[in-house]
């Protein structure tokens, strides 16, 4: 590598210029580029610099360092930040680690610490390095590895296809996507090009593999002597099922250009080929395109105008209505009527980015972090479905993340509308507040308080008053039954706990209310 590009930033002079001695005389092969005093000034020297490493102080005026490494972390994430702190205090640590943030050192610096910290990000800088230059693989012997190698009666003819293995990469992935594309394609255990592309049919041509960006479409060159052809049909039908043979459950897309191309022409058709793909890949799904057949074909956007309609219509009423069940069910029944629709990954990635910024316009969203971290989830998996129920899944799973809050507010307005609608018509058979938390699959304690605050008095206390309240009206319009008879009515079987507690509620026994009544009504004869 490379000098490892580093720059510093804390607000106290003193202590910066040591950190800058500190590191110059500690670190080889290290230059640091830039200080800076406050995070602010930090994110301008990034933009310009582009280092490898940023030492940044935690406490800072203007942007302190858990915020740099927030903006960081967004706008340049293969950026490694070591946070500096004066005194030992782990929650800033863990408060970091949620932004990306690996290193946190106490001031004043160690040197073995500080050693330590950036042979580790050298590794991970080498590592990543190398992950990113593209692969070339080529049949034993191949006149494209030197142009003096071609025939001098002519040039050969080349043919171009291109493979998307899984689906198309999502910017907002996880980091660590590309270590699984790698894994899964070209490392051990991955594709073995020798084995599908030896041997193919008709002319057995040479052949090369070269990695696209990212590693997961592969470009293929096959070469033919001059004035040979190839039938591209048949030669992709084959590679297919070699694949798919070799490789059961995985799934790609492919694209190939049927004519010959010249050798100066290769990477273009390679690039028209990726672009293709980009615009026609539809996410868990197998295709195969032609690229004379297709480059003509406008790119389709109806499904994403019908998606955009109805969120238009139909989302941003139900949150100024608060139905959030209704809301989530409505965004999910967009999700899945687009797959079924065959929508194409582009077009998917406009709605879910519709559909996010919907969300995050209207809601207040506390914890942009983890708010990240939920899409990021969901553009990883969508990047490698193999089943468009992962995808459903996956963005359900996001979509809660925003209104998970208000589900639950909802859920309890509901509960507390349910209770008390059941209670009330029912309160002369209910005799626990076992009995209705059961009836509702709820907690005894989560319904005991829901109603204490619903009503401000106990579920028990309130279907005694309500019972007392329904026997003293009985009594009102008969005053003829007897004491037993409106006992039994309202739910009680024992006629002397029914006395004790009409009297308890009402200041005078059943049969002294009763009398009261019918002294009243002779009063008003």
Avoid at 139 to 155: F, I, V
Avoid at 319 to 340: A, H, Q, W
Wanted: hydrophobic share 35%.
């Amino acid at each position: 590598m490379a000098k490892l590009r580093i720059i510093v930033a804390e607000d106290e002079q003193r202590i910066l210029s040591s950190i800058v001695s500190k590191i110059e005389r500690t670190v080889e092969d290290c230059e640091v580029i830039a200080t800076a005093n406050d995070g602010e000034q930090a994110l301008e020297l990034v933009e310009k610099y582009r280092p490898h490493v940023i030492f940044s102080d935690i406490k800072m005026p203007k942007m302190d360092g858990i915020a740099l490494a927030r903006e960081l972390r967004k706008r340049a994430p293969d950026i490694h930040v070591v946070l500096l702190s004066g005194y030992s205090d782990f929650s800033f640590a863990k408060q970091a680690m949620r932004y990306g943030v690996s290193y946190y050192l106490v001031k004043p610096l160690d040197e073995e610490d500080l050693l330590e910290v950036v042979e580790e990000i050298r590794t991970k800088l080498e590592e990543s390095r190398r992950r990113s230059l593209p692969q070339l693989r080529m049949s034993g012997h191949n006149s494209m590895q030197t142009k003096a190698q071609e025939p001098a009666d002519g040039q050969n003819g080349y043919y171009v296809l291109g493979i998307c293995f899984y689906n198309l990469y999502c910017s907002g992935a996880s980091e660590s996507l590309g270590e699984f594309y790698a894994a899964s394609l070209d490392c051990d255990g991955g594709i073995k090009w020798e084995e599908i592309l030896e041997n193919l049919p008709s002319e057995s041509p040479e052949w090369m593999v070269a990695d696209g960006n990212p590693c997961n479409f592969k470009n293929i060159v096959l070469t033919v002597p001059y004035g040979r052809t190839l039938d591209l049909e048949e030669t992709a039908s084959v590679l297919r099922s070699r694949i798919h043979s070799r490789y059961p459950g995985m799934k790609f897309n492919l694209c190939y250009r049927k004519k010959q191309v010249k050798r100066e022409d290769i990477w273009n058709y390679t690039h028209r080929i990726r672009n293709l793909l980009e615009t026609w890949v539809v996410p868990a799904t197998e295709q195969v395109f032609v690229l004379e057949n297709m480059e003509s074909v406008p790119a389709e956007m109806e499904l994403y105008d019908a998606a955009s309609l109805r969120l238009q219509n139909n989302i941003k009423v139900l949150f100024k209505m608060d139905r959030y069940n209704i809301l989530l069910e409505e965004l999910m029944n967009i999700m899945t009527y687009v797959l079924e629709c065959g929508c194409t990954q582009k077009q998917l990635l406009k709605i879910v980015h519709d559909i996010y910024k919907m969300l995050e316009s209207s809601l207040m969203v506390e914890d942009q972090a983890a708010a990240a971290k939920a899409k990021e989830k969901f553009y990883t998996i969508l990047s490698v479905a193999k089943e468009t129920r992962e995808i459903q899944d996956a963005f359900s799973e996001s979509i809660r993340f925003y209104i998970q809050d208000r589900l639950d507010r909802n859920t309890s307005q509901n509960a507390r509308e349910e209770v008390l609608e059941y209670v009330d018509k029912n309160f002369m058979v209910i005799n626990s507040v076992e009995e209705v938390a059961e009836k509702f699959s709820y907690n005894y304690t989560y319904v005991s308080r829901l109603f204490r605050e619903m009503k401000g008095v106990s579920m028990i206390k309130y279907l005694t008053e309500k019972r007392i309240g329904a026997a003293q009206k009985i009594m009102e319009e008969k005053p003829g039954l007897s004491v037993n008879h409106v006992c039994n009515m309202v739910g009680y079987t024992d006629q002397h706990y029914f006395s004790r507690v009409f009297k308890a509620s009402t200041g005078m026994s059943p049969k002294e209310y009763r009398k009261k009544v019918i002294e009243g009504n002779k009063t008003m004869e």
